[in-house]
């Protein structure tokens, strides 16, 4: 990745307070690159980049002028090489009759359009930094999108997250079209089940017996197996583009078929 005579390159990762993203800043800490953690809770980012070094930014991605004052620092600090779209999330297991509208622009607002606001934020700071180290070794830049299994099928009650990631994936699928020729990378990561301390805690609104319910009688996939996944695809040479990579526990077929068999 970095060179004796380049800069570690530098990763921002959002929604990195806890979860996935969270695990996905200390794994790239530990493969050498400079990460910029963002998120609401600036406290949980403190302790994170007191804990690995990243540096701590807080943000919501729902927030333009919030995404700019992000976009303008990175700029001022020696840009961007890649950036892992991470925040995200789901409300609510309703009906589509019983859907509640709130709850679905919540989710389309954090998941597809807080990924375009900083997809669209860093896509500059993305391309000067592929023109600069460009060369040779015809390294360039990366956009990482966590989307979901939800992002590729549907599950009874989950249509309002399923619209949301569907729409995340059309966004990552679409720029890859867009930008191709360019030396830019766009990377989907669509986990299965992953229990993380908050997803679904966050769903059900802080019940935790239903959030609890939601991994049992099996083994799930963690945070780390998908940072392992995002790992993996940064780390490959850059003229290889890994499109989408599906990762689901072993007893997870299908996203409302798991096998609750104890392992
Ligand atoms: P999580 O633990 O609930 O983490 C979600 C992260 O997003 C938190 O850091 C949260 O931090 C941040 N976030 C929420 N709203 C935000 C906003 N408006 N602006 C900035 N950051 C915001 O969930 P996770 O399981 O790690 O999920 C991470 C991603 O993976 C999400 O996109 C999720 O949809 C996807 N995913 C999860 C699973 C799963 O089973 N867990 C499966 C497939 C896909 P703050 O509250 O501090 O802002």
């Known amino acids: 990745m970095s060179t004796t005579s380049e800069p570690a390159r530098r990763i921002l990762v959002t929604g990195a ?8 800043v200390r794994r790239l800490r530990a493969e050498g690159y400079d990460v910029v953690g963002a998120a609401r809770r600036a406290d949980r980012l403190e ?11 807080p943000l919501d991605v729902t ?23 991470n925040a995200g999330g789901a409300f609510g297991l309703d009906r589509v009759e019983d859907a509640d509208v709130d709850q ?13 606001r900083v997809t669209q934020g860093v896509l500059p700071l993305l391309r000067a930094s592929a023109g600069r180290r ?14 979901s299994t939800a992002a590729h099928g549907a599950y009874e009650g989950g249509s309002g997250y399923t619209a949301a990631k569907h729409g995340e994936r059309m966004l990552s ?11 830019v990378r766009v990377v989907e990561i669509a986990p299965g089940a992953v229990a993380t301390e ?29 940072a392992d996944g995002i790992a993996y695809a940064l780390t490959r040479p850059p003229h290889v583009n890994l499109d989408l990579m599906v990762i689901r526990p072993r007893a997870q077929v299908h996203n409302s078929k798991i096998a609750r068999t104890g392992i």
Not at 49 to 55: I, P, V
Not at 134 to 147: H, I, L, N, R, W
């Open 63 to 85: 927030d333009q002028a919030a995404v700019d004052a992000l976009v303008a620092h990175l700029g001022e600090t020696g840009g961007l090489d890649g950036v892992v779209n």
């Open 134 to 147: 460009g060369g040779a070794d015809g390294a360039g830049a990366d956009v990482v999108v966590v989307t």
């Open 198 to 226: 908050e997803f679904s805690l966050v769903r059900f609104d802080g019940d935790a017996e239903k959030a609890a319910a939601v991994y049992e009688g099996y083994q799930p996939l963690v945070a780390d197996d998908i």
């Open 104 to 116: 679905w622009r919540h989710m389309y607002e954090l998941n597809v359009l807080g990924t375009l």
């Open 47 to 57: 302790a994170l980049a007191a804990e690995t070094g990243a540096e701590a930014f």
């Open 17 to 24: 307070s806890s979860g996935i993203g969270a695990a996905t």
């Open 173 to 183: 699928t679409t720029l890859r079209w867009e930008l191709a020729g360019e030396p």
